[in-house]
């Protein structure tokens, strides 16, 4: 159980720090992949989306630690929502050529991390 609250936490950081860097500065993160805001439209989606979706997932992930019926549930989601995610960027990588974008690379390397030590942590639950 000590892994898994220690897997959370280090989402629930992660997830904190770069949630509020998307919502205070969304046009600097966002120009770290390469992404251009162009207009007002596009900097509050970003503020909502990667700030604000980030942020509630933290929140969640956080008070999976105060109640232990919600400890399974928050390491199931941060397995599916990493593993999606990760799909994701492997198909995006395929799809645009992209074995030269290191930022996707470093982000699918974070993605499979927070993956398996999610999986791995919920199948110490099981035990």
Do not use: H, K
Not at 20 to 34: K, T, V, W
């Amino acid at each position: 159980m000590l892994f898994a609250r220690i897997v959370l936490l280090i989402q629930i950081a992660a997830l904190s720090l770069l949630g509020l860097a998307y919502f205070i500065r969304p046009e600097e993160m966002a120009s770290f992949s390469g992404a251009l805001l162009m207009g007002s439209a596009a900097v509050t989606e970003v503020r909502a989306y990667y700030g604000g979706l980030q942020l509630g997932l933290a929140a969640y992930l956080a008070m999976a630690l105060t109640r232990l019926d919600l400890l399974r549930p928050a390491l199931m989601l941060v397995v599916l929502l990493y593993a999606a995610l990760a799909l994701a960027r492997i198909a995006g990588l395929w799809l645009d050529g992209g074995a030269q974008q290191t930022f996707n690379l470093y982000a699918l390397l974070l993605e499979v991390m927070s993956a398996v030590l999610a999986w791995w942590a919920l199948r110490g639950l099981a035990r």
